[in-house]
């Protein structure tokens, strides 16, 4: 009985993916899968290396201090022979779930913002219903389109990383009226100076009319948002950092589950994929929280960059078909 288990999984493995598992040989694994050949690897093979492969990423993505997600999609697309589409699928799952677990727990402690978040959440949430849609049309003509369109997003993203400095409590001397309107202020806790910290925001229509841009590119890539989450929200429209970074932890519950069910429609959720990359994550995150005391964050944050830079390259040279990257 176990063995019949085993033989349908593999079908079903094999039935889903089609030419996405196939040689892991670049360009031979394409011709491989368009002529309808089998991955010869054991129904367990990739899920067990995606496993090994985000535990180390989820450590890293710690050290780092950067979401999985944004990690997960570019390294997994350009280095392992699965189609663009079941690895955004894949990678909002990540996303997700990493989102889902802080979030009860920020809010608690009020560190996430409901006035916040609400009025980013529902323009980024529908936008990114809008750009997965958009995703998997462009990816239907030509994956190349998706690949190049990534790769772009993901060199704009590491120098995001590189140049951007963010503010631990910027200076808003004067609310704006939308974000008057809304309500959007409040007080935290800051365990660490023992202090109760009065925040507002400014420029907060700007801040909602990139959110537009925020949301298609999460649910067209799959990425998930945090990168950009938190500099609009931190450098833009003045909401001190530890509100930022919580805040946007509990966007993207929001952002990806609208995202997330547009992927699972199409059956672009593949739990083979899913289920050991979203597990590998979380155990790599609880180890990289704790090497985090005794790590040099600055030096992985570089080292994650060059990575990012490199993985971006590697995906525009596959959408270009020029072979300089491998």
Not at 36 to 63: K, Q, R, S, Y
Not at 95 to 124: D, E, F
Request: proline share 5%; hydrophobic share 60%.
């Amino acid at each position: 009985m176990f063995r019949n288990t085993l033989e349908k999984w593999h079908l079903f493995l094999v039935g889903a993916l089609g030419f996405v598992l196939a040689s892991p040989v670049g360009a031979m694994a394409q011709e491989a899968a368009a002529a309808g050949a089998i991955d010869n690897h054991p129904w367990w093979f990739w899920p067990l290396i995606l496993l090994f492969f985000c535990f180390i990423l989820g450590i890293v993505a710690v050290l780092a201090g950067v979401g999985g997600g944004v990690l997960y999609v570019p390294l997994v697309s350009g280095f392992f022979p699965f189609h663009i589409d079941f690895v955004r699928g894949a990678g909002l799952m990540v996303a997700l779930a990493g989102a889902l677990a802080a979030g009860p727990g920020l809010l608690k402690r009020n560190m996430a913002s409901l006035r916040l978040a609400l009025p980013m959440a529902l323009i980024a949430s529908t936008c990114a219903i809008i750009g997965a849609v958009l995703g998997l049309y462009l990816s239907a003509l030509d994956p190349r389109i998706v690949q190049g369109a990534l790769g772009a997003t993901i060199v704009f993203i590491a120098a995001l990383l590189a140049f951007s400095k963010n503010t631990e409590r910027p200076v808003v001397t004067k609310q704006d009226a939308v974000g008057m309107a809304l309500g959007i202020q409040g007080m935290y806790h800051d365990a660490g100076s023992g202090e109760d910290v009065p925040w507002k925001t400014h420029r907060t229509l700007i801040g909602m009319l990139l959110f537009i841009v925020i949301g298609v590119m999460a649910g067209m890539f799959g990425l998930g948002a945090g990168w950009a989450n938190v500099p609009v929200l931190n450098l833009l429209m003045g909401a001190p950092l530890k509100v930022s970074v919580s805040t946007s932890k509990f966007l993207l519950s929001i952002t990806d589950t609208s995202a997330a069910w547009i992927y699972l429609n199409q059956g672009c959720v593949i739990p083979l994929m899913a289920i050991p990359s979203i597990i590998g994550l979380m155990l790599g995150s609880f180890v990289g929280v704790k090497l985090l005391a005794k790590a040099k964050p600055k030096f992985i944050r570089y080292m994650v960059i060059g990575v990012l830079l490199f993985a971006g390259l590697k995906a525009i040279d596959k959408a270009l078909g020029i072979g300089l990257l491998g």
